[in-house]
């Protein structure tokens, strides 16, 4: 096989039946703060949305997802063809990384610390990480761990991961596709659907098309795109977990830590040892995520962050 440039290390966390037998306690003890994703089901994740498309599971989705592409045009205001599906954003961070960069190419990515999946589509795609001369940057806004809105970068072309759009107050670069800016997002987070795998790319017309000819054909479920299509029909409401976010950040004051600002569904908190403070955290049945310098602990409701709260006192 063709070497990579780095080492990937795993992004994914432990199973919650895994954790719950690591620790002694019963799965319905474990509290995931660590996955950045919604602490329930959504109304609009219902079995009625999935029986049209269960009817015809026997086939192919010929055609692709028409349906979802209009939903999602109307939702982010652009036009079909300005729209690029994938089985996640991480699909799609490795599509747009392999389409632009290959072995010799330079890649930036902005924000340091950041997400790790990053790296890791530069290394698949046999490039490297680097400022100098790249042919593609890439930032998260806002950015995952630290919860910052940052500005954008003054560089082109660029792939802006927009996950946490919905909680930063609506702030997108959506606005400049036609500007050599590819917009990425999720159902994973606000929507709910994280277990679906459902993306998004925003970008030009032109390198709309280019993309999807690099991409593989149905990259997507039908019953994941039924989802996603009942999701865009009632889009959740993201002021509770705003308001929560803003009262756990103040209890954590509270309690002598220090916060940084958030525009997402997540705070990250400055710790001396991440690792120590999750494990000691997992033993009590609370998942939260260690990163460089802190933990980012997920935005769940006031019953489940007073728990966390309690452990960390």
Same mark, same amino acid.
């Given at each position: 096989?063709?070497?990579?440039? /780095?080492?990937?290390?795993?992004?994914?966390?432990?199973?919650?039946?895994?954790?719950?037998?690591? #620790?002694?306690?019963?799965?319905?003890?474990?509290?995931?703060?660590?996955?950045?994703?919604?602490? +329930?089901?959504?109304?609009?994740? $219902?079995?009625?949305?999935?029986?049209?498309?269960?009817?015809?599971?026997?086939? %192919?989705?010929?055609?692709?997802?028409?349906?979802?592409?209009? =939903?999602?045009?109307?939702?982010?205001?652009?036009?079909?063809?300005?729209?690029?599906?994938?089985?996640? =954003?991480?699909?799609?961070?490795?599509?747009?990384?392999?389409?632009?960069?290959?072995?010799?190419? $330079?890649? =930036?990515? =902005?924000?340091?610390?950041?997400? !790790?999946?990053?790296?890791?589509?530069?290394? #698949?795609? /046999?490039?490297?990480?680097?400022?100098?001369? !790249?042919? *593609?940057?890439?930032?998260?806004?806002?950015?995952?761990?630290?919860?910052?809105? &940052?500005?954008?970068?003054?560089?082109?072309?660029?792939?802006?991961?927009?996950?946490?759009?919905? %909680?930063?107050?609506?702030?997108?670069?959506?606005?400049?596709?036609?500007?050599?800016?590819?917009?990425? $997002?999720?159902?994973?987070?606000?929507?709910? @659907?994280?277990?679906?795998?459902?993306?998004?790319? *925003?970008?030009?017309?032109?390198?709309?098309?280019?993309?999807?000819?690099?991409?593989?054909?149905?990259?997507?479920?039908?019953?994941?795109?039924?989802?996603?299509?009942?999701? @865009?029909?009632?889009?959740?409401?993201?002021?509770?977990? *705003?308001?929560?976010?803003?009262?756990?950040?103040?209890?954590?004051?509270?309690?002598?830590?220090?916060? *940084?600002?958030? +525009?997402?569904?997540?705070?990250?908190?400055?710790?001396?040892?991440?690792? /120590?403070?999750?494990?000691?955290? @997992?033993?009590?049945? @609370?998942? #939260?995520?260690?990163?460089?310098? &802190?933990?980012?602990?997920?935005?769940?409701?006031?019953?489940?962050?007073? $728990?966390?709260?309690?452990?960390?006192?």
């Amino acid at each position: 096989m063709r070497a990579m440039a /780095g080492k990937i290390l795993s992004y994914d966390a432990p199973s919650t039946e895994e954790i719950a037998q690591r #620790v002694g306690l019963p799965v319905d003890e474990i509290i995931r703060f660590d996955g950045n994703t919604s602490p +329930h089901l959504l109304p609009s994740t $219902r079995s009625e949305a999935l029986a049209e498309e269960l009817a015809r599971i026997h086939t %192919y989705p010929h055609g692709g997802y028409p349906r979802l592409e209009e =939903a999602i045009a109307h939702y982010a205001g652009v036009s079909r063809e300005n729209i690029v599906l994938g089985a996640g =954003a991480d699909d799609l961070i490795l599509l747009v990384t392999r389409a632009f960069a290959g072995p010799g190419d $330079r890649v =930036a990515i =902005a924000n340091d610390p950041t997400y !790790p999946m990053f790296q890791i589509a530069v290394w #698949v795609a /046999g490039a490297e990480i680097g400022d100098q001369d !790249p042919v *593609l940057t890439i930032c998260c806004r806002p950015n995952n761990p630290t919860g910052e809105l &940052g500005e954008l970068p003054n560089v082109r072309p660029l792939v802006v991961d927009e996950a946490y759009f919905e %909680y930063s107050g609506q702030a997108t670069a959506v606005g400049l596709i036609d500007d050599g800016v590819i917009v990425l $997002r999720t159902f994973s987070k606000v929507f709910g @659907l994280a277990g679906a795998r459902v993306g998004y790319a *925003l970008a030009s017309r032109e390198v709309a098309a280019e993309l999807n000819r690099r991409q593989h054909p149905a990259p997507l479920s039908t019953l994941s795109s039924a989802l996603a299509i009942a999701a @865009l029909q009632s889009p959740p409401d993201v002021r509770p977990i *705003l308001e929560e976010r803003e009262r756990f950040a103040e209890r954590l004051r509270g309690l002598g830590y220090e916060p *940084l600002p958030s +525009h997402a569904n997540f705070v990250y908190v400055p710790v001396d040892d991440p690792n /120590g403070i999750a494990e000691q955290l @997992l033993q009590q049945g @609370l998942a #939260v995520r260690p990163v460089r310098d &802190g933990i980012r602990i997920t935005i769940r409701n006031e019953q489940d962050d007073e $728990r966390l709260l309690r452990a960390l006192q």
